[in-house]
């Protein structure tokens, strides 16, 4: 990718910044130099040769690995947190049923 998908813009060769690497691919960040958008990109080595794959994100490079060090949200996790929507918002319509 040599142009940001928002703006246009060229990207700069310090433009790029090494996330993580490993035996899975490297996860590397590039932030336009003219908006200021983070586009994350993972590249991994296929049969075929490199793949790439961008993603535009509002995340900075230092806040990615908090991100990654985090456990996948499972979809227990994803009820859970409809329950919890759920029963606060029956009590913000109806605040004095108990």
């Given at each position: 990718?040599?142009?940001?998908?928002?703006?246009?813009?060229?990207?700069?060769?310090?433009?790029?910044?090494?996330?993580?690497?490993?035996?899975?691919?490297?996860?590397?960040s590039m932030q336009c130099p003219t908006c200021r958008l983070?586009?994350?990109?993972?590249?991994?080595?296929?049969?075929?040769?490199?793949?790439?794959?961008?993603?535009?994100?509002?995340?900075?490079?230092?806040?990615?690995?908090?991100?990654?060090?985090?456990?996948?949200?499972?979809?227990?996790?994803?009820?859970?947190?409809?329950?919890?929507?759920?029963?606060?918002?029956?009590?913000?319509?109806?605040?004095?049923?108990?």
């Amino acid at each position: 990718m040599k142009n940001c998908p928002a703006c246009g813009g060229p990207y700069a060769h310090d433009s790029f910044s090494v996330i993580t690497e490993g035996e899975k691919g490297s996860l590397v960040s590039m932030q336009c130099p003219t908006c200021r958008l983070d586009v994350l990109i993972l590249i991994t080595t296929m049969p075929f040769g490199l793949v790439g794959t961008g993603l535009p994100t509002d995340c900075t490079p230092d806040e990615i690995p908090h991100f990654i060090a985090h456990t996948e949200i499972s979809s227990d996790d994803v009820i859970e947190v409809h329950s919890l929507l759920e029963i606060s918002r029956s009590e913000t319509l109806n605040p004095n049923i108990t």
